[in-house]
């Protein structure tokens, strides 16, 4: 086998419910999303992550069915010939070692960093609320007065919200 049709080979038989997904599209023919995830018994969304791995290696294809209105995924050429190979190798009794994929959070400072520029970036509008009830609560003036305080603080922590939100829109 070529190299590269290994490299995808590893990828995608590097966790056992992608194997399970590529065995079953090879028994069943073309499926749904939420039918494998019903036969192989995991969560939607897991099934879709491991369907666009499969699928960025190039073991398997989308396809719209227009007779039921959903999108359907088949296997590719390529897919067979490997899985006809794994067989093959298990049937004539050659070691076949599991990959084990451990999977690596990327870019956690980044993450990081987001949630702090989020804080940052929101805590001005907290900031206004807090300096809008502490006025209106103060034992100073009539209640007319902290009430006018109270309202232009609430309309100043909506408009940095605002403000925020239609800056990062575009």
Do not use: Q
């Amino acid at each position: 086998m070529d190299d590269r049709v290994i490299k995808k080979a590893i990828e995608a038989f590097g966790d056992s419910t992608r194997y399970e997904i590529l065995c079953l599209l090879r028994r069943e023919g073309p499926l749904s999303v939420n039918e494998i995830s019903v036969k192989v018994g995991k969560h939607r969304a897991t099934v879709d992550k491991h369907l666009k791995l499969l699928s960025k290696v190039g073991f398997v294809t989308r396809l719209m069915d227009e007779r039921r209105g959903v999108y359907v995924y088949m296997l590719t050429e390529s897919a067979v010939r490997v899985l006809d190979e794994f067989d093959k190798a298990v049937k004539r009794g050659d070691e076949v070692r599991p990959v084990i994929s451990i999977p690596v959070r990327k870019y956690r400072i980044l993450r990081i960093t987001r949630r702090i520029a989020t804080n940052i970036i929101y805590a001005p509008s907290g900031a206004f609320l807090i300096l809008g009830f502490i006025g209106f609560f103060a034992p100073v003036g009539g209640f007319l007065a902290r009430v006018i305080w109270l309202s232009i603080f609430l309309v100043l922590a909506w408009a940095w919200l605002f403000f925020i939100r239609s800056a990062f829109r575009r």
